[in-house]
C-alpha cells in the first residue's frame, strides 16, 4: 500500500521551479478585493496541481501540509494561513481539482485531507488502459497492489498512485466496460480484469 | 520701378499702384510656388506609394523599419492609421500605403485587448506596456512588436471609446483598460509604488507629506480599484503593484 511521500523522498533531483508569483509578498495575504482574490485563488490552485504533479503528492493534509514550503516562502519570509489554504482547497474541490476525503488518524475531522487530481480519474484510466494494451496485459487479473508496485509500471506516471484515485480510475474504466472486479470464492475481491482498450 | 516719393495725390496714387504691382507680383510669386509645390507633391507621393509596396514586408516584420516609416509619415503631415471614414486625406493614404499597415495594427490592437483582459483581475486593469510587449513576443512564429507599436495601436483604440488608452507612470508606460481614469492622488500613489514595488502609509505620509486619513483614503481606494495587492504578514501593512509581478 502506497502511503503518502514525504518531501524527502521526492523522485526529483531538483527542487519544484517555483513561478514568480511565489515570491511576490501580498500571494500569501488573503485579499480583500474580490476580483483579486478569484485570480489569486486560480493562481494558487495552479501552482498546488504544478506542485503536487512535480513532487508526486497525491492527497493534502492541511494540517501537516501547512509547513511545507509550498505554503512558506522563507526566502521573503510569507506564509499562507491555515484558513485561506482551506478556502484554497474548497475552491479546488469545487473546480474538480481536488476532493475532500476523510482523513487517516482516530478522529474524523471534516475536510482537512484531500486528493489532489492533478490528473483526473478519467485520464489515469486512459493511461492505465494505454499501459494494459501495450505491455499485453489483456484478460489478465491484477491487484490494486501490482497495478500501482509492480515491475511493470515502474516508469509509469500512475506509479505508487494513491489508492483512492486508482480506485476512481478503475471505477470509469468498469463504467466505459474495459475492466471488471474479479472477486475469488469467497466473494473477497481478488482483483481487476482489463479487456483492453476498443 | 521706380520708387521715387511724390507729393500730395499724385505721390498717393504712385504709392498705391507699387503697392499694387507688388501684391500682384506676390500672387504671381505666389501662384508659381502653388504648382511647383503641387507638382513636386504629386511626384512624392507617387514615390512614396511606390516605397510603401516595395518595402510592405519590412513595414510588418521590423520593428525599427516600421517605425521610422510612420515616423516619416508624420513628417510629412499623413497618419497612416487614420481611420478610413474620417476624411478624405485619410483614407486615401490608408489605401496608398496600403492594407499592411493598417491591419498590422489592427491585429496587435486586437492581441493587446486579449492580453489586458485576461489580466484584469491580477491587475484592476493598468497593466506595464513592457508586460504586454513580453507576452505578444513570447508566443513563436510572428514578428517581434516595441513598445512603440503598442503605444500607437492602444492610441487607435482610444478614440473607439473602448476605454483604453496610454498612463505615463514613473516614466514608465501603462495601459489602462478600464473606463475608469485615475484620480491624482491616486496616479500619485502609483507612481510611489514603482520604487520599492509597494507602499505604505508611513511611505506615503512621509514622503509626499499627506495626513494620515489622506494615505489611508486612497489605499483603501487602490484596494477597492483592483490596483493594488494587499500583504498583512508586514508591518506596517504595505500595498504592493502588480506591476512587480515578473512575468
Known sequence: MSTLPSLSTSSRNTSFPFPSIYSFPPFFTRQPNSQTWTSQLSLWNSLILAYCR???????????????????????????KLETCKEVLDSMVMKGDAEWVSGSGSHVSKNTSAIIYWRR????????????????????????YEIAEGDLSLSQDFRGIDPTILRKALD???????????????GEEAGVKFFGSQ | MTMRRGVGLAAFDNHQRTAQQYSDLGSTILQTHISELTDQLLTFQAALKKFAQSHADEIRSDPVFRSEFVKMCSAIGVDPLASSSANKKGSFWAELLGSDVNDFFFELAVRIIEICRRARDVNGGLMLVEDVKGRINSVPGRPPVSQEDIVRAVNTLAPLGHGFGIVRLANKDFIRSVPQELSRDQAVAIEATQALGYI????????????????????????ASGLVWVDEQARPKEYWTPSWIRQ
Do not use: H
Not at chain 1, 57 to 74: G, H, Q
Not at chain 1, 172 to 179: K, N, P, T, Y
Not at chain 2, 200 to 223: F, G, H, K, Q
Open chain 1, 172 to 186: 470509469v474504466l468498469i463504467r466505459r466496460g474495459q475492466a471488471q472486479i474479479m472477486k475469488s470464492a469467497d
Open chain 1, 54 to 80: 512535480y513532487n508526486r503528492i497525491w492527497r493534502i493534509d492541511l494540517n501537516t501540509a501547512i509547513e511545507w514550503d509550498l505554503f512558506n516562502n522563507r526566502d521573503i519570509n510569507r506564509s499562507l
Open chain 2, 200 to 223: 505604505s502609509v508611513p511611505i506615503l505620509r512621509d514622503n509626499l507629506a499627506w495626513e494620515t486619513a489622506r494615505c489611508i483614503a486612497v489605499l483603501d481606494d487602490l484596494v
Open chain 1, 121 to 144: 480519474p478519467e485520464e489515469w484510466a486512459n493511461i492505465i488502459a494505454d499501459w494494459i494494451d501495450s505491455t499485453g496485459q489483456k484478460n489478465t487479473i491484477l491487484t490494486l
